[in-house]
């Protein structure tokens, strides 16, 4: 090995320990403290004083009020949180944040079920409280990348290797208490209630931390909280047209996909591998005069962590104006509500929504957001994809919707949905028709070992407007892949308004 080799490698030993010492700063402090009959969370204040640092830690997790009964102490931070919380917790630290979360935290795990029987689980979410349904709830096997989602009826399927039968099923939303039920004692068709969170989080935990200061984490975090490596994954897509809140179409897909190295800025790589859609054998002829712009290729894109959208984009910081909203449960994480809006009226930012951001790790964990109204205006011709020239189309609602969900301490794409609302009439109309597109996708399985990348020829074109792509043959549709429950208003339409399906293997 030649000097200069050497010399570099013994650097980046030198930077990397350094870099250690400094996270661990705050662990290492000593301090002095009397004998404590208090709570915890007058312990952990008083310990923030002494260090000058501040501690973050889910509520559900760590017994912030518990009082507890300890002699005087003089060391290490480290050694008095271990001897406080008896070894139960795991310690991390976070520039001068002291960050304690759940040591039990399972790494996800691919079962080995091929060829083992499945086993169907349905059932309905419902609030605890009023009884209505909550809409795209996570639904998956605890401790495993299976898992689907609940349409906006809160109904949900999902199909189960018998080698899983032992485990859990987890269920959670934004805002609710996990629900946690052993797969063995769960029947088909159960209501399952989720119960609201009320998060309580003393002073000490969000002390000196504003919007703007959260925001620069979460860019810290984009490429180290993720996973970087690649993965191949299973992935259920939908999409539908509504006309007047009617559905006029559905189509649905199962696809496979590979991720590639999320250091370079590859989109992920897609092939179909079936298809079904439902027409309207009586269609009427105006719906094929407007394609909206959006399906499969706009999924891919609002994978924001790594197609970075303007609220996130350095460059465009200063357009926006954050504001921390609330502190809310999802996914049995303490995550922040971020709030963001166009810093002043007419500038170029082009969204208005809220990003959710885990308190320990500053993780982006989902978003939700919709073009600006003038931005709507100002893009119309962009957003409508397809229409004849004797169409007018004015785009009025562009939603969007992505959650990542973590797996083994590191977070992948999970869920992305857009919702789309259109007028439309053609020059001899008085009045302009109201048309909603609605498309989603979620990842229902992922495979981190065998890391097959597709071939060119098998890919799928995502620019593709999805329904005039793919060709349908009458063969069986696939019966061992999780999907997303059609809505009841969408099947009531299949049987009451003849629908017929065609579908591709």
């Not at 091929?114 to 209505?132: A, M, N, P, R, Y």
């Not at 200061?213 to 490429?223: A, D, P, W």
């Not at 071939?455 to 892949?481: M, V």
Request: glycine share 6%; aromatic share 12%; net charge neutral.
């Amino acid at each position: 090995m030649n000097k200069s080799l050497c010399s570099l490698l013994l650097v980046l030993c030198v930077l990397q320990t350094v870099k250690s010492l400094a996270q661990d700063d705050c662990l290492n402090k000593i301090i002095k403290t009397p004998a404590y009959k208090e709570k915890v969370y007058t312990v952990l204040s008083d310990i923030s004083k002494q260090c000058d640092c501040y501690f973050s830690y889910p509520t559900q997790t760590i017994p912030y009020d518990k009082n507890i009964e300890l002699p005087a102490y003089k060391g290490s931070v480290l050694k008095y949180l271990n001897t406080l919380f008896s070894d139960s917790i795991k310690i991390s630290t976070f520039k001068n944040q002291i960050i304690l979360g759940d040591i039990n935290i399972t790494d996800g795990k691919r079962f080995k079920y091929e060829g083992q029987k499945l086993i169907k689980f349905s059932g309905v979410i419902l609030d605890s409280l009023t009884h209505k349904p909550v809409p795209f709830s996570s639904v998956s096997v605890k401790g495993s990348y299976i898992g689907t989602a609940a349409n906006s009826d809160g109904e949900f399927s999902i199909k189960i290797p018998a080698i899983c039968i032992n485990s859990e099923l987890l269920i959670s939303s934004l805002g609710y208490g996990n629900g946690t039920i052993p797969i063995k004692n769960f029947m088909n068709d159960s209501v399952v209630y989720l119960g609201k969170s009320n998060v309580n989080i003393e002073e000490v935990l969000i002390k000196g931390v504003g919007a703007d200061v959260l925001i620069g984490m979460v860019k810290e975090n984009l490429k180290t909280n993720y996973r970087i490596l690649p993965y191949c994954y299973n992935a259920f897509y939908r999409e539908y047209i509504n006309k007047f809140d009617k559905c006029i179409t559905y189509s649905e897909a199962l696809f496979k996909g590979c991720s590639p190295n999320a250091r370079v800025i590859v989109k992920d790589r897609l092939v179909l591998q079936n298809a079904r859609v439902f027409n309207k054998t009586n269609m009427e002829s105006d719906t094929l005069n407007l394609k909206l712009k959006g399906g499969i290729d706009a999924v891919m894109n609002l994978d924001i962590v790594n197609d970075i959208p303007d609220f996130l984009d350095d460059n465009n910081f200063y357009l926006y104006n954050y504001e921390i909203l609330d502190i809310q449960i999802w996914n049995n994480e303490l995550v922040y509500v971020i709030g963001f809006k166009p810093d002043v009226k007419g500038n170029e930012a082009m969204f208005t929504g809220e990003l959710y951001v885990t308190f320990d790790t500053y993780t982006l964990q989902g978003a939700e957001f919709r073009y600006n109204d003038e931005m709507l205006e100002k893009l119309k011709d962009v957003l409508v994809y397809k229409k004849k020239n004797n169409v007018r189309a004015k785009p009025y609602l562009y939603n969007y919707r992505v959650e990542y969900k973590n797996i083994g301490g590191l977070y992948h794409l999970h869920h992305v949905r857009g919702d789309l609302r259109v007028d439309m009439k053609q020059k001899k109309q008085l009045l302009y028709v109201s048309y909603n597109t609605i498309f989603e996708m979620i990842i229902t399985d992922v495979d981190t070992v065998n890391i097959i990348k597709p071939k060119r020829k098998e890919l799928f074109e995502t620019g593709n407007i999805f329904s005039e792509y793919i060709n349908y043959s009458p063969d069986t549709y696939w019966q061992n892949t999780n999907i997303i429950e059609p809505e009841k208003e969408i099947m009531k339409a299949f049987i009451k308004s003849g629908f017929v399906m065609t579908i591709q293997e």
